[in-house]
């Protein structure tokens, strides 16, 4: 069951699609984007590198820049240590590749995932003690780390925290204090001092951020070079840490995809190529499903220092080697993973946890780097927030997905005392804890929610109630002006009452697409259907009656019945095959 909802924001579309020779249709789908005047429309249509924000409108940019400076200047060895995902290993290449481009005596460290956990430790603290590191500049990690940072702290150690998650914070009389870490400068765009007018960018672009304020300060070599490849490490980590594209962060994709379709970097070039991708079309889908999810698997079943040894490798010959290993980690995680999605929702069956408000789920053989994902996929089909929990060698790990209704980070503070580490966002968190506490953390979540049998029915939101043939070339290449779509700017969602299937075949290598025939007058028009196919026969036999799936897939449903009306939410794009285009209509949701 869903919700349909038409977006009702208004604008003088025929005007904005004057003034930008644009369809109205158009300008209506940008309203829905809550953009509100022509200047943002201008911005968001033809918006550059230039129209993103400085990196001094950070809090702590200027106090960071000028200790890393300085450290530059006298010689001091630094370490960039990141995080094990996609967003962390981008963000410790920018640090790594702009501080070496800048003349410092640089090295880079990511926690594993199992032996080190999530972010800053003491450990990584004294090794780097150890190797006479005299500061340490963390990205995506470190607003939590207040005991590592206060350990480095008394070894002489510097340290910048460079990070995008959430600060934490205690409640006193009713009011939030936040916690900073006592690093020497802090730069989050979380934190309570700071203005910045998008906050909700990843680690990774404040790290390009950070080189940005870095190279005003002091040119580096090779400038122009360094900054088309490192936007490209910010765009591919925006779309993997599933960032909304909008403001900054849409242009800050659309720049970088521009550049990685025509990337000089060996290693992305090669995860291009082992994955079977044409380069020059390279879209977000492929960022964020097929070469993010290479990067990842280092972190999930290795390490993720050869996410990061591919990015930096030199030779194609070295990076095509490290691809096709990544390329190979990655099937391994999606097998590991179907497996523990399976064992999940046999757990939820036999414990009746869809029950539960918030769904706590323990797999203790469970790979721990998998838990969020199983999380994510349990979230999508019961549209519930979700932790799932596995044993690791340390005690109890999870990570959770959530919903919009439930800020999962906050709802963690709440509980904190059952955990030894956490942190987060509003939609997903990471946690350790102990085995004995598990039931008791199921019971207080959920006797702690305010969440209500509303919130788990999906919401779908249509831009524009369109009948299909109205649609035209024209338009279909208008809605290109809209990429890249993603989190936050989805694509354009169109509707119609009552269409008229007449025909259907199954199609695709497994049989588990389809390909529908709709009637509008007397033009035919193909309908695509890559949804559960199974689910849609079952809905038209529950509506129109045992055999009525038959009937339309073998063909009879016009001679039967006339067809059967079935209102769709569509996406319109244009399908190219030899050379031949078409309009593409892609049915989404029905009922």
Not at 162 to 187: I, K, W
Not at 378 to 384: A, L, V, W
Not at 427 to 443: H, N, T
Request: proline share 4%.
């Amino acid at each position: 069951m869903e919700k349909w909802f038409v977006a009702a924001k208004r604008a003088d579309f025929a005007a904005w699609g004057e003034r930008f020779g644009i369809d109205p249709v158009v300008a209506r789908i940008i309203r829905n984007r809550d953009i509100t005047d022509p200047e943002g429309v201008e911005r968001f249509l033809h918006g550059t590198l230039k129209d993103c924000y400085s990196p001094w409108r950070m809090a702590g940019m200027e106090r960071a820049a000028a200790l890393i400076l300085e450290a530059i200047e006298q010689g001091i060895s630094l370490r960039v240590i990141g995080d094990y995902d996609v967003d962390g290993v981008c963000a410790s290449y920018i640090l790594l590749r702009g501080l070496e481009a800048l003349g410092a005596k640089v090295d880079a460290a990511i926690p594993h995932r199992i032996k080190d956990g999530y972010g800053l430790s003491e450990d990584l603290i004294r090794e780097a003690a150890g190797a006479g590191v005299g500061m340490v500049i963390t990205c995506d990690n470190g607003i939590a780390a207040v005991e590592p940072i206060a350990l480095a702290r008394s070894l002489g150690i510097r340290t910048v925290v460079t990070d995008h998650h959430e600060v934490p914070f205690v409640e006193e009389g009713g009011l939030r204090r936040q916690l900073l870490p006592p690093a020497d400068a802090v730069v989050d765009p979380r934190q309570e001092a700071c203005t910045y007018p998008f906050p909700s960018v990843c680690g990774a672009v404040v790290a390009w951020k950070l080189i940005q304020a870095l190279c005003e300060k002091k040119p580096a070599a090779g400038q122009g070079e360094l900054f088309e490849d490192l936007i490209q490490m910010a765009a591919l980590a925006t779309v993997c840490d599933v960032m909304e594209l909008r403001d900054e962060n849409r242009i800050i994709v659309k720049e970088g995809l521009a550049r990685m379709r025509r990337t000089q970097n060996p290693g992305l070039r090669a995860l291009i190529e082992v994955n079977e991708l044409d380069g020059a079309r390279l879209n977000v889908y492929h960022l964020g499903f097929v070469l993010g999810p290479c990067l990842n698997a280092t972190g999930r079943l290795d390490t993720a220092l050869r996410g990061l040894e591919l990015l930096r490798s030199s030779t194609k010959m070295e990076a095509m080697t490290m691809a096709r290993e990544l390329l190979e980690l990655n099937n391994s995680r999606k097998n590991l993973t179907q497996k523990g999605v399976e064992a999940a929702l046999e757990q939820i069956r036999e414990r009746r946890l869809d029950r539960d408000p918030v769904m706590l789920i323990y797999l203790p053989e469970l790979h721990e780097s998998l838990a969020g994902i199983v999380a994510g996929k349990i979230r999508e089909i019961y549209h519930h927030p979700v932790l799932v929990l596995t044993r690791g060698e340390q005690g109890v790990k999870g990570s959770g997905r959530s919903i919009e209704a439930y800020h999962m980070y906050d709802s963690l503070t709440a509980v904190k005392h059952y955990f030894t580490r956490y942190g987060g966002h509003r939609l997903a968190a990471g946690l350790s804890m102990r085995e004995e506490d598990i039931e008791s953390l199921r019971r207080d979540l959920n006797e702690r929610s305010s969440l209500t049998e509303a919130d788990f029915i999906p919401q779908v939101h249509i831009d524009v109630p369109m009948p299909m043939d109205y649609a035209t070339f024209s338009l279909a290449r208008e809605l290109e002006l809209l990429e890249p779509c993603g989190a936050g700017n989805p694509r354009p969602l169109f509707a119609q009452r009552e269409v008229c299937f007449v025909e259907a075949r199954r199609i695709g290598r497994g049989q588990n697409y389809a390909r529908l025939t709709a009637l509008s007058g007397r033009e035919r028009l193909e309908v695509m259907f890559f949804g559960d196919v199974d689910a849609f026969c079952g809905f038209l036999e529950e509506k129109y009656g045992p055999g009525s799936a038959a009937a339309l897939f073998e063909g009879r449903a016009l001679a039967v019945c006339g067809g059967y009306r079935v209102s769709i939410t569509y996406q319109l794009g244009i399908h190219s095959y030899r050379g031949r285009e078409s309009l593409q209509f892609i049915m989404e949701n029905y009922c």
